[in-house]
């Protein structure tokens, strides 16, 4: 069973970081992308960044872009967001998916497999 763990979040005042963890089962390994969304509170949830399923290849929404990082390691079978320089409008929940693919969509479409989230909140 193809399943994804979300930890790392919690409360961080402005300009702050924090580190997001997705721990997948070894099922996926890196036959799989896997993609970082978020949902803010009263919105629709949107991609935040992809990495590709050998990790060479990432992407990031324009919101984000120099200020969050997305990595892997297939041999702890976990995929990792840094965020640093955070603002409160980066609040939200967090979840990692997982889509049965090697490469990320320029509109995050596709995944298939989800995890719980993990609620990040920016706030002084």
């Known amino acids: 069973q193809l399943q994804l763990v979300e930890s790392g979040g919690g409360l961080v005042q402005p300009g702050g970081s924090l580190r997001l963890s997705c721990a997948y089962s070894?099922?996926?390994?890196?036959?799989?992308?896997i993609g970082w969304f978020r949902q803010a509170p009263g919105e629709e949830r949107e991609g935040v960044s992809c990495?590709?399923?050998?990790?060479?290849?990432?992407k990031y929404a324009d919101s984000v872009k120099g200020r969050f990082t997305i990595s892997r390691d297939n041999a702890k079978n976990t995929v990792y967001l840094q965020m640093n320089s955070l603002k409160p409008e980066d609040t939200g929940v967090y979840y990692c998916?997982?889509?049965?693919?090697?490469?990320?969509?320029?509109?995050?479409?596709?995944?298939?497999?989800w995890g719980k989230g993990t609620l990040v909140t920016v706030s002084s």
């Open positions: 990495i590709s399923g050998g990790g060479g290849r990432t």
């Open positions: 070894t099922l996926i390994l890196d036959g799989y992308a």
């Open positions: 998916a997982a889509v049965a693919r090697t490469t990320c969509r320029e509109d995050y479409s596709g995944f298939d497999y």
